[in-house]
């Protein structure tokens, strides 16, 4: 960090492909993509459990007028920070970095058994470590009752198990109020394997309406038109998962050549191909469009599919960001703003979330919640030095017309945190002496004086 007047540690998101490329002076790294193609349903939509329970739950917010406490922001071994680190580790598919945080945020605090538990025990379903995660989910259970979501995991621990009927129990129940598109489709084929061809097919039928696009579904149903008799549906059913296939396969060649007429062709000729990929009923699709538009460096091309992507997936924190940061890089921070206070109520702890929220309300001159929104990411994620840099400067801005209001308490309690944010920097502990100046403190203003010598002495040798 150099010094603290004059910088901008937002100016890199302008520049900066949308979810990708570097990371030099951005505040904001991008989250990872989902889709089918990269990974299952399952790891696509495991927060939604998240959101369920938040709509139920009341979160504690800080009033926007409330003042910072006296604890300055840190890298203290704290439960927050683990949490953090878990769900970033998660979304990249770290499942045993993931297990260990969400273990410590337990030892640091065993209440955490909605944030913390829950996706300690999804890490341990990805991991195929089916008993741990059973008492996991269980251990959730006892807490909170028998939710769909849980019910829709330990029934697909009991598929794995060969536990045909212990499976079908859980899954009605989680069918009920599905938490993951691809409910019906486990469900039908536990009754598949029971041996109940009616009711298979019931809910398969049912699993082609809502995942169209899973050529599992297809091919399932194909065995159980099979096993009653239905030889022309059976062949119908696994030649459109064949067909859905090979559509996989020519959208993935589509990708790519997108992706290159956008590095070497008119920009109008790569849009006319890209095109051919949206599909407006499609979340993921249309992600991964605006993904191609976005790493290209066409954000405003990328704001048609992560907008429709967005209104389709509302329980997404991933779409929510994904448009927020599309926004952003085109300096629309008021549009900005709303997906990313919609995803908050409900994923208060989602570093990234937190991290552009606070660089929005930075730009749009709401310092103070700005503060506290970039204060908790830093909670979440104290290693992430631009993050901290840019709290350093809200901090700075709070504390400087603080003390233009002449309200030097509140300007000395943010000067004494971004102080300990920051210690080698020279400007709060300059500040401070102004105050104490002003207020006739002489002592204290020639020791925070002689401080900010030092450490500006200091910062002149290293630069």
Same mark, same amino acid.
């Given at each position: 960090?150099?010094?603290?007047?004059?910088?901008?540690?937002?100016?890199? =998101?302008?520049?900066?492909?949308?979810?990708?490329?570097?990371?030099?002076?951005?505040?904001?790294?991008?989250?990872?993509?989902?889709?089918?193609?990269?990974?299952?349903?399952?790891?696509?939509?495991?927060?939604?459990?998240?959101?369920?329970?938040?709509?139920?739950?009341?979160?504690?917010?800080?009033? $926007?007028?409330?003042?910072?406490?006296?604890?300055?922001?840190?890298?203290?071994?704290?439960?927050?920070?683990?949490?953090?680190?878990?769900?970033?580790? =998660?979304?990249?598919?770290?499942?045993?970095?993931?297990?260990?945080?969400? *273990?410590?945020?337990?030892?640091?605090?065993?209440?955490?058994?909605?944030?913390?538990?829950?996706?300690?025990?999804?890490?341990?379903?990805?991991?195929?470590?089916?008993?741990?995660?059973? *008492?996991?989910? %269980?251990?959730?259970?006892?807490?909170?009752?028998?939710? $769909?979501?849980?019910?829709?995991?330990?029934?697909?621990?009991?598929?794995?198990?060969?536990?045909?009927?212990?499976?079908? /129990?859980?899954?009605?129940?989680?069918? %009920?109020?599905?938490?993951?598109?691809?409910?019906?489709?486990?469900?039908?084929?536990?009754?598949?394997?029971?041996?109940?061809?009616?009711?298979?097919?019931?809910?398969?039928?049912?699993?082609?309406?809502?995942?169209?696009?899973?050529?599992?579904?297809?091919?399932?149903?194909?065995?159980?038109?099979?096993?009653?008799?239905?030889?022309?549906?059976?062949?119908?059913?696994?030649?459109?998962?064949? /067909?859905?296939?090979?559509?996989?396969?020519?959208?993935?060649?589509?990708?790519?050549?997108?992706?290159?007429?956008?590095?070497?062709?008119?920009?109008?000729?790569?849009? !006319?191909?890209?095109?051919?990929?949206?599909?407006?009923?499609?979340?993921?699709?249309?992600?991964?469009?605006?993904?191609?538009?976005?790493?290209?460096?066409? !954000?405003? !091309?990328?704001?048609?599919?992560?907008?429709?992507?967005?209104?389709?997936?509302?329980?997404?924190?991933?779409?929510?960001?994904?448009?927020?940061?599309?926004?952003?890089?085109?300096?629309?921070?008021?549009?900005?703003?709303?997906?990313?206070?919609?995803?908050?109520?409900?994923?208060?702890?989602?570093?990234?979330?937190?991290?552009?929220?606070?660089?929005?309300?930075?730009?749009?001159?709401?310092?103070?919640?700005?503060?506290?929104?970039?204060?908790?990411?830093?909670?979440?994620?104290?290693? /992430?030095?631009?993050?901290?840099?840019?709290?350093?400067?809200?901090?700075?801005?709070?504390?400087?017309?603080?003390?233009?209001?002449?309200?030097?308490?509140?300007?000395?309690?943010?000067?004494? %945190?971004?102080? *300990?944010?920051?210690?080698?920097?020279?400007?709060?502990?300059?500040?401070?002496?102004?105050?104490?100046?002003?207020?006739?403190?002489?002592?204290? !203003?020639?020791?925070?004086?002689?401080?900010?010598?030092?450490?500006?002495?200091?910062?002149?040798?290293?630069?």
């Amino acid at each position: 960090m150099k010094g603290a007047q004059g910088s901008d540690f937002c100016t890199g =998101l302008r520049s900066r492909p949308l979810f990708g490329g570097g990371r030099y002076n951005n505040p904001i790294p991008a989250m990872q993509i989902f889709s089918q193609t990269m990974k299952s349903l399952l790891v696509l939509y495991w927060i939604a459990w998240l959101t369920a329970l938040a709509l139920a739950t009341p979160q504690a917010t800080m009033a $926007p007028s409330q003042k910072p406490s006296a604890a300055a922001p840190s890298s203290k071994d704290t439960a927050e920070s683990h949490l953090g680190k878990g769900y970033d580790a =998660l979304k990249q598919d770290r499942y045993d970095v993931a297990a260990e945080e969400f *273990r410590t945020a337990l030892r640091l605090d065993p209440k955490l058994v909605l944030r913390a538990r829950f996706p300690l025990a999804v890490a341990l379903f990805e991991m195929k470590k089916p008993d741990e995660a059973r *008492r996991e989910f %269980e251990a959730v259970r006892r807490e909170t009752g028998d939710h $769909p979501n849980i019910s829709y995991y330990v029934g697909r621990l009991d598929l794995e198990a060969l536990n045909f009927e212990g499976a079908i /129990e859980n899954l009605n129940h989680a069918v %009920e109020a599905p938490p993951f598109p691809d409910t019906a489709y486990y469900l039908g084929y536990a009754y598949f394997k029971q041996g109940d061809l009616a009711i298979a097919e019931k809910w398969l039928k049912k699993a082609t309406e809502l995942t169209p696009h899973d050529a599992r579904v297809s091919y399932q149903l194909g065995l159980v038109y099979r096993k009653q008799g239905k030889e022309e549906e059976a062949k119908k059913a696994i030649e459109m998962s064949n /067909e859905q296939r090979r559509r996989d396969s020519n959208e993935s060649q589509l990708r790519l050549e997108c992706a290159q007429k956008l590095d070497q062709g008119p920009r109008e000729e790569a849009h !006319a191909l890209c095109e051919q990929l949206y599909d407006p009923d499609n979340a993921e699709k249309l992600t991964a469009l605006g993904t191609i538009y976005g790493q290209h460096g066409d !954000a405003e !091309a990328a704001l048609k599919p992560l907008r429709r992507a967005a209104d389709l997936a509302p329980q997404s924190p991933q779409m929510q960001y994904n448009l927020a940061l599309a926004y952003f890089q085109l300096n629309r921070f008021e549009e900005a703003r709303t997906p990313l206070a919609n995803a908050l109520a409900h994923w208060p702890d989602l570093f990234q979330l937190n991290a552009l929220y606070g660089a929005v309300l930075s730009k749009l001159g709401e310092d103070l919640r700005a503060y506290q929104a970039l204060r908790h990411a830093h909670e979440l994620n104290a290693q /992430e030095a631009a993050t901290g840099d840019l709290l350093f400067l809200t901090g700075l801005n709070l504390a400087r017309k603080a003390q233009s209001a002449r309200q030097y308490p509140d300007s000395l309690r943010y000067l004494d %945190e971004i102080a *300990r944010l920051r210690p080698q920097e020279p400007v709060p502990h300059r500040v401070m002496a102004e105050i104490y100046n002003a207020t006739g403190r002489t002592a204290q !203003a020639a020791k925070e004086t002689q401080e900010a010598d030092r450490l500006q002495q200091i910062l002149g040798k290293t630069q």
